[in-house]
């Protein structure tokens, strides 16, 4: 069984509005809406728990998945302080799950195409993040804001959503993580996993479309 786990428990400060980000109202609808159908409509997801701050647990539930019928919603849970506590809670409420993809509910344009790459790397290395290798020639600054080093671009990849595990390999990192106080730092699933050893990360070909709302400048790649 897989479980994707939707993160929809962001403040999204830097979109600058009252409405967290992933329930902004693009097209007549909430912004999370379309991500939600993207996996409800993938034959290679069996459910979805949707994790929200505890303020909006009634409003996802009613006005997200009863209101636009979102199928494979097993449920609705609070998320916690971090996003990688969001996750882990998640994780608790899913344990008989075989795999699990996690997805920032503020990035819409997942594919099924990318999904499915997701699903096979997942199943063959038990840990995989999508991304896409960057365009442009990346600087390391140093603290005074001076170039310091330059990574062989070749190398180098923007990392997006769905990041996709074994359930019970992401669960042991993430408890060895929390047993070592190691968790400072951490901003996302695949570095858990680095962080802990437990598995080597593949690096999965999303799209340079698949990116995440972030500023109101990210909006009108949403307009029809």
Known sequence: MTTAIILAAGQGRRMGTSVPKQFLSVNGEPLIVRPLRVFAASPVIDQILLVTSEDYIS??????????????????IAGGKERYDSVYRALLACEESDYVMVHDGARPFVTEEILQ???????????????????D??????????AEQTPDRSRVWMIQTPQAFSCKM???ANDLLREQDAMNGVTDD???VERSGLAKVKLVEGSYSNIKITTPEDLR????
């Open 190 to 192: 695949a570095m858990i």
């Open 117 to 135: 790459r997701c699903d096979e790397a997942m199943r063959a290395y038990d840990a995989c993040a999508v991304g896409m290798p960057v365009k």
């Open 170 to 172: 992401l669960k042991a």
């Open 59 to 76: 409003y996802c539930r009613e006005e997200i998945v009863q209101k636009y019928e979102i199928p494979k919603v097993k449920d609705v």
């Open 137 to 146: 020639t990346i600087k390391i600054a140093d603290e005074d804001g001076f």
């Open 221 to 224: 790649y949403l307009q029809d």
